[in-house]
């Protein structure tokens, strides 16, 4: 019995799942895409000293 199925198991061949991109496409698309991620929050380091200060008015029933 384990002999048919090591048999079986050598006759059979492995098909791996192909990728649609070569993997260095992958690694480019990542790498654009932190590289993006990083331009962004970088146009927004400096936003809080940008506005004017803005007195808020606070009531007694606030916390």
Same mark, same amino acid.
């Given at each position: 019995?384990?002999? #048919?199925? %090591?048999?079986?198991?050598?006759? *059979? #061949?492995?098909?791996?799942?192909?990728? =649609? +991109? =070569? =993997?260095? %496409?992958? @690694? +480019?698309?990542?790498? @654009? /895409? +932190? %590289?993006? @991620? +990083?331009?962004? *929050?970088?146009?927004? !380091?400096? $936003?809080?000293? !940008? &506005?004017?200060? $803005?007195? %808020? /008015? &606070?009531?007694? *029933? /606030?916390?």
């Amino acid at each position: 019995m384990l002999h #048919t199925a %090591v048999q079986i198991a050598e006759t *059979t #061949t492995e098909h791996a799942a192909e990728l =649609p +991109l =070569p =993997p260095l %496409v992958f @690694g +480019l698309i990542a790498f @654009g /895409s +932190l %590289v993006a @991620g +990083l331009l962004f *929050t970088f146009a927004f !380091r400096n $936003v809080n000293n !940008r &506005h004017a200060e $803005v007195p %808020v /008015s &606070h009531d007694d *029933t /606030s916390h």
